[in-house]
């Protein structure tokens, strides 16, 4: 029987793993929210931030050192690093593996020859890896909500949404990147590599180069910056900077449909 949609067969081929990172996506960042009153609310991570040079404490604190409060403190050790990497890594893994694994795995050209075109082909599995990454955004939410609740932390759920949905675009945004790097190379694991240096490498200009003379304006051009740069768990969604991570994605999956229309398909 000719494949009727390969969204839906990436949704049904890809369920039992994607289960299994939103489990572990809720755990990890319920168990920070778990442990604030122990090490947040008592001041000992305060100080130990407030003892860093100032280049380590960029790394870590991009948008501030503030952790006397919940808000603070889940800023810091969800939302700097552990939350955007879960979720890049859901987004580039989906997006490398989306074109460069059916050739890898020498699928593709039973893939089209079905009666879908390779620029549909594309689409369809760039929806399903913004589908997941949403999903693994969602059960981050609940973990967090839900260890709120358990142990008595005061969080503005609302706000811990907007954020989240600008991290799940982050992790969009990436998967994209990685999703056209794998029609060019036709490698998956060049594809999530070459990707996550990207992402590393803008982590970096975020983060430090406010700290350079002559920099400081290179900061803006990082996909962190749109990220967290207007503080989305204190301020709420910046429209500027969600179409700027929404363009990023939307281009590169654009010239990754181009591109794979174009060129001779191996496998």
Known sequence: MPLRSVFWKCLHDQWRAMLGWSVFAALVPGMYVALYPSFGAAGSMQQF?????????????????DISTAEGYLNIELFSFVGPLLLLAVGVALGASATAGEEE??????LLANPIRRWRVVLEKAAA??????????????????AAIGFGVELPFDRIAAALVDCALLGIAFGGVALLVGVVVAKRMAAFAL?????VVAYFVNALAPLVEGMKDLRVLSPFYW??????????LEPAHVLALVGLAVVCIALAAIAWERRDIHG
């Open 49 to 65: 931030m407030d003892q860093l040079p100032e280049a380590y404490r960029a790394l870590f604190a991009s948008t501030g050192l």
């Open 129 to 146: 890896m913004v589908l997941w990454t949403l999903v693994v955004a969602c059960a981050i939410w609940v973990g967090v909500v839900a």
């Open 105 to 110: 795995g020498g699928t593709a050209d039973l």
């Open 195 to 199: 990707a996550f240096i990207v992402a």
């Open 227 to 236: 990220y967290i740069g207007n503080d989305p768990l204190r301020n709420g």
